[in-house]
């Protein structure tokens, strides 16, 4: 008898309403792969890119899609022994390589599973698994922020926003970076040293004040357009700006230039190193997952519709799915 298992499967591109909730049979384990029961899985804006249509060449449909696992090995490949069944692990899937994490159950590759940090639960370690992998390969890989330096993070109350101050001020950095006003506190309790309004400020003013006209070493933009375009004002000689955004539209980065900056557009890749890395962090204490909605796996749709509109929301951090149970947590519309 085949066994099965719920996932959410995305039936066409289009709408939150794209998702059915189906029964489908639970992939086969290969020799280097191991069989998680899924307990938490998360939201990010790649999910929403993919349902809307933006990757209709690399996502046959339909698909169950999601990039973010928290669970329980249930079954080891025959060679595997890097783990054991019952161990706590969390990992993102293989990004456009095969089936995600929006199910009961998921196979994936050892070499992308990484021991889940004792001291959290699955709904917070599913909040870190794409998100701690970008910051990490976008401050330490590309960056090479050390101590001492200041970085600017653009989108300091966002899922990578959140995450990114706190790897920064582990890293001994000096943080800046943008939020509602109303967030500042916040993002402050994160670590960052100096929060921008940018409802209300210029932050290429407030950054030249802040840093005595000197600019800021590196700038993570989680934003793109104009953000990336103005970006290069803010930098100090020999800068690095990373970027995790798509370019929608043509940069004249002629500012950049001027001040000898290097760029990087980072599409981050999964490997247990990473994953490894964020959890020394996160049992040492140096990071703290921040979830700001939680919904069960049958309203995956109304999850992406929280992320997708999260400005009409006083939403910190990310939108996180409790597979396993029914938890539901929505955050307020913002004032």
């Known amino acids: 008898m085949t066994d099965t298992m719920n996932a959410v499967v995305l039936a066409r591109f289009g709408g939150v309403d794209a998702f059915e909730l189906r029964d489908v049979v639970v992939p086969e384990v290969g020799p280097r792969q191991v069989r998680v029961r899924v307990h938490a899985t998360a939201i990010n804006p ?16 339909p698909a ?14 025959a060679e595997v022994t890097e783990f054991a069944v019952g161990d ?17 159950q998921h196979v994936a590759d050892v070499d992308l599973v990484g021991r889940k940090p004792h001291n959290i639960s699955h709904l917070e370690a599913a909040s870190l698994t794409l998100v701690g992998g970008t910051v990490w390969e976008a401050l330490v890989t590309r960056a090479q922020l050390t101590a001492g330096e200041t ?8 899922g990578v926003g959140t995450i990114a101050i706190q ?12 939020a509602r006003g109303t967030d500042h506190e916040f993002v402050r309790s994160l670590g ?15 950054v030249s004040e802040a840093t005595n006209g000197q600019g800021v070493d590196v700038v993570l933009d989680t934003i793109g357009g104009d953000t990336l375009t103005r970006s290069p004002l803010v930098l100090a000689d020999g800068g690095r700006v990373v970027s995790i955004v798509d370019i929608a539209q043509p940069q004249n980065l002629i500012e950049a230039w001027g001040r000898n900056a290097a760029y990087h557009f980072v599409f981050t890749r999964q490997n247990r190193g990473k994953l490894d890395a964020l959890t020394a962090l996160v049992e040492r204490g140096d990071i703290r997952p921040v979830i700001g909605a939680v919904l069960p796996l049958a309203r995956v749709g109304e999850a992406h519709e929280l992320l997708e509109n999260r400005r009409d929301y006083t939403l910190h951090g990310k939108v996180v799915i409790d597979v396993a149970g029914q938890t539901v947590q929505l955050p307020p519309r913002a004032a």
């Open 46 to 61: 790649l999910d929403y890119q993919i349902r809307r249509g933006d990757y209709v060449e690399h996502v046959p449909l």
């Open 192 to 206: 960052a040293d100096v929060a921008i309004d940018y409802t209300s400020a210029d932050y290429v003013e407030v």
């Open 88 to 104: 706590e692990v969390y990992y993102t899937p293989q990004i456009f390589g095969g089936d995600g994490s929006y199910a009961e």
């Open 64 to 77: 169950i899609t999601g990039h973010d696992v928290s669970g329980v090995i249930e079954q080891i490949g």
């Open 151 to 158: 970085i600017l993070v653009h989108g300091g109350t966002g």
């Open 167 to 178: 790897v920064a001020k582990a890293l001994g950095a000096r943080v800046i970076t943008t």
